[in-house]
């Protein structure tokens, strides 16, 4: 099995060498992985008050997507898979946008076309999710391969969990990756669970990143929760595609601390003991060590911190809760340039129901035929 790279412990002592990252860097790294907690935890608090109707946490998975996502540069693009819309609002997703999607409101620029918890932004480069598992790794490796074809500076990092490792798309665009060698991270999180399937049964191999070898690429296993290892291993590995050298396969060893949404009950499937264990192995409490023993932070800091997160995001979530609903219209506009017929037929039959149920809004008249 690839060595585990890791360059804190558990406990927050250095074991290799650091990337070279100014202070307010790492700080500005370290309050990023606090706002993706501070933010899971009120979604959560908001779907179990009913406000909102969906969320998929990034407990315990914070120094993954923030560390290695860290190492990408604006042009770059980045594939999601189910969880790395924190590392989205690093990149430029204004947590507006974010609150918006989940409550599928106006402001919503999925247009309340997704579930909710799937986004996407435009101008960072973050394609929408795809909750079908695994679409997006041919999606990006296309796109990777245009860039490749127009001579742009962008590598593509192409996230997914364990449990898409089983999917098509992965075993496709890791083969047509390798053959193009287009300018390509694949980013495996490996957060120990693909719903109720654990990792260990997803795959008879001794490790995910031995799955590199088959397509003719190199693998890197890193701890996950090791914010330094995720940014210095995802930094060699982008740096590899920018310079034309091909894709690699990084694979981040985490652990999935909540369920796997906010529809499930992982003490049906899984030990108490195991989610204690990886309890211990808290990232963003190794990192606060780092810090505190480093003088980059200071006792209590970290309150501090979390409180002006929590402020920020309550704000943004009592914006986006009194803004307007999607306009219905929009259930039959986009696909073609003028609303056809049929479609407006189907729209007005619609809407005396959505009336008759007082779930119509002013400016979601039928269409005149
Ligand atoms: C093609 C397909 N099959 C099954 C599902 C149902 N499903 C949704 S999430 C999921 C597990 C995904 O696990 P993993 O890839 O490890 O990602 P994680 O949720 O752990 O981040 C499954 C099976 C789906 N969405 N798409
Ligand atoms: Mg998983």
Not at 114 to 124: D, E, I, L, R, V
């Amino acid at each position: 099995m690839p060595q585990l790279i890791q360059l804190i412990d558990p406990q927050g002592q250095v074991l290799g060498e650091l990337p070279d990252l100014s202070a307010d860097r790492l700080k500005e790294l370290f309050v990023h992985m606090l706002r993706v907690r501070v933010t899971d935890g009120r979604m959560l608090t908001l779907q179990r008050a009913g406000r909102i109707g969906f969320v998929g946490t990034s407990t315990g998975m914070e120094a993954s997507q923030i560390g290695s996502a860290a190492a990408l540069q604006p042009q770059d693009w980045l594939w999601s898979g189910l969880r790395e819309g924190g590392a989205a609002v690093m990149r430029g997703l204004p947590l507006s946008e974010y609150v918006a999607q989940m409550y599928c409101n106006a402001n919503d620029t999925a247009k309340g076309r997704q579930m909710c918890n799937h986004f996407q932004h435009k101008g960072s480069h973050y394609p929408s999710w795809s909750s079908v598992i695994g679409t997006q790794i041919p999606h990006g490796v296309g796109a990777a391969l245009a860039s490749q074809r127009r001579g742009e500076d962008a590598v593509h990092a192409i996230y997914f969990g364990d449990g898409a490792t089983s999917s098509n798309g992965f075993h496709s665009g890791m083969n047509f990756a390798a053959v193009w060698k287009v300018p390509a991270v694949f980013v495996c999180v490996n957060n120990g669970w693909a719903i109720s399937v654990s990792a260990k049964q997803q795959t008879a191999a001794e490790s995910y990143a031995h799955k590199a070898s088959a397509y003719g690429m190199p693998a890197a296993r890193v701890d996950g929760n090791d914010l330094l290892a995720c940014y210095a291993t995802m930094q060699a590995a982008v740096a590899r595609a920018r310079s034309g050298e091909g894709p690699s396969l990084v694979v981040l060893e985490t652990y999935r601390m909540m369920g796997h949404s906010s529809s499930d009950d992982p003490s049906k499937y899984r030990d108490e003991a195991e989610v204690e264990h990886w309890r211990t192995r808290d990232p963003i409490a190794r990192f606060e060590q780092y810090l505190l023993a480093n003088q980059i932070l200071e006792d209590g800091e970290r309150a501090t911190i979390e409180a002006t997160l929590t402020a920020e995001i309550d704000r943004v979530i009592h914006e986006q809760e009194s803004a307007d609903p999607m306009a219905l219209k929009t259930l039959v506009e986009d696909v073609y340039a003028d609303v056809p017929n049929h479609l407006k037929r189907q729209y007005n039959d619609f809407i005396e129901v959505a009336e008759r149920h007082g779930d119509a809004q002013p400016g979601d008249g039928a269409f005149p035929l």
